[in-house]
């Protein structure tokens, strides 16, 4: 079955630093989408991208799907303590495949040092 | 406007036990997802259910079923709990149409299975 592996599994930075995580897959996705989970709460949903090559920006937070389809990559800028947490990748398989069947990477556990 | 609503947000059951999760979708939407979470991992998919019907199966056992209702919310059923099934049910809810693949999350259901 399809795997993502995403990386880093976690970082420690400072406030103010930038950040990047990314995403690859051993198959091809038709939409990409990064969400953000919090102690005892569901994922909540930052970007989704829809077309190879597209770039998305969302806040200080930017995205990019990979040309191949098999990758994408999350930046946060000017990082914040409020940016802590733990940051899923999510990608849908084209069809046949419908409706949202998503599998997910297995995290950036997220540190900002104030 | 209401998101995701999952009841109950916390569980404990016995093993060789049943479970009954519920999720009621965002209004309008007529998709309902569910995934398993368990800690330190990404979530795994489940169950899809659009308009009432089956959409998609997880690598799950026959234990779990579930089922949507007229008014697209849904259930969770687990049987025979095994301490391997303690983890944070999560339900999606999504708007389907051509071209689009967002979900969005509930709060979830943690269930400890002793």
């Known amino acids: 079955g399809q795997q993502l592996n995403q990386s880093p599994q976690s970082m420690f930075i400072q406030e103010g630093e930038d950040v990047s995580m990314n995403c690859t897959s051993s198959?091809?996705?038709?939409?990409w989408l990064w969400y953000k989970q919090e102690p005892g709460e569901g994922p909540v949903l930052l970007i989704a991208?829809?077309?190879?090559?597209e770039l998305t920006s969302n806040g200080r937070l930017t995205a990019q799907f990979g040309i191949t389809r098999k990758d994408s990559f999350l930046n946060i800028s000017a990082s914040i303590p409020s940016d802590v947490g733990i940051y899923f990748c999510?990608?849908?398989?084209?069809?046949?495949?419908?409706?949202?069947?998503?599998?997910f990477g297995e995290g950036t556990q997220l540190t900002v040092n104030p | 406007d209401a998101g995701v609503t999952q009841s109950p947000t916390h569980l404990i059951k016995t093993r060789g036990q049943h479970v009954t999760l519920r999720c009621s979708p965002i209004?309008?939407?007529?998709?309902v997802s569910w995934y398993q979470q368990v800690l330190g991992q990404g979530p795994q998919f489940i169950f899809q259910?659009?308009?009432?019907?089956?959409?998609g199966r997880g690598n799950f056992p026959d234990r779990f079923s579930a089922r949507q209702f007229p008014n697209y919310s849904s259930e969770l059923n687990v049987n025979a709990l095994l301490l391997g099934d303690s983890a944070l049910y999560l339900c999606a809810s999504s708007f389907i149409r051509v071209g689009y693949t967002e979900a969005f999350f509930g709060q979830g259901t943690r269930l400890t299975v002793v």
């Open positions: 999510a990608g849908h398989p084209p069809p046949p495949t419908s409706g949202s069947r998503l599998t």
């Open positions: 991208l829809y077309k190879a090559g």
């Open positions: 209004s309008g939407h007529k998709s």
């Open positions: 198959s091809i996705f038709n939409t």
């Open positions: 259910y659009y308009e009432k019907e089956e959409r």
